[in-house]
Nanobody
Framework: QVQLAESGGGLVQPEESLRLSCSVSGLDFEQYAGAWIRQAPGKEREIVAAISKNAGFTYYGNFVKGRFTISRDNARNTVDLQMNGLKAEDTAVYFC????????????????WGQGTQVTVSS
């Protein structure tokens, strides 16, 4: 059974940081790209960041602007998202996802998803 389990969400103030972590089990994670995808209330899902199978390539949504960093550890089957300089507009449910295909930047292509973790940025 494939499982992606996110952790690390919470409530923070603007300009603070959070680190999200995703633990993947039930599949050969080295054969999958990993991504963080978010959905804010009333808005469509969007890719936050994605990382290729061997971490040689990363993709970030335009709104990230150097604030976030995605990383993965294939030995531990994890993919993390370090978020710095958080803004109120970053408030959303953040999902971890895995993709066996080539279209890392299209959230619709992802095969497996976690349940999501809430990130709220508010003063």
């Amino acid at each position: 059974q494939v499982q992606l389990a996110e952790s690390g969400g919470g409530l923070v103030q603007p300009e603070e940081s959070l680190r999200l972590s995703c633990s993947v089990s039930g599949l050969d994670f080295e054969q999958y790209a990993g991504a963080w995808i978010r959905q804010a209330p009333g808005k469509e899902r969007e890719i936050v960041a994605a990382i290729s199978k061997n971490a040689g390539f990363t993709y970030y949504g335009n709104f990230v602007k150097g604030r976030f960093t995605i990383s993965r550890d294939n030995a531990r089957n994890t993919v993390d998202l370090q978020m710095n300089g958080l803004k109120a507009e970053d408030t959303a449910v953040y999902f971890c996802a895995a993709d066996s295909g080539m279209e890392m930047s299209d959230w619709r292509q992802y095969d497996y998803w976690g349940q999501g973790t809430q990130v709220t940025v508010s003063s």
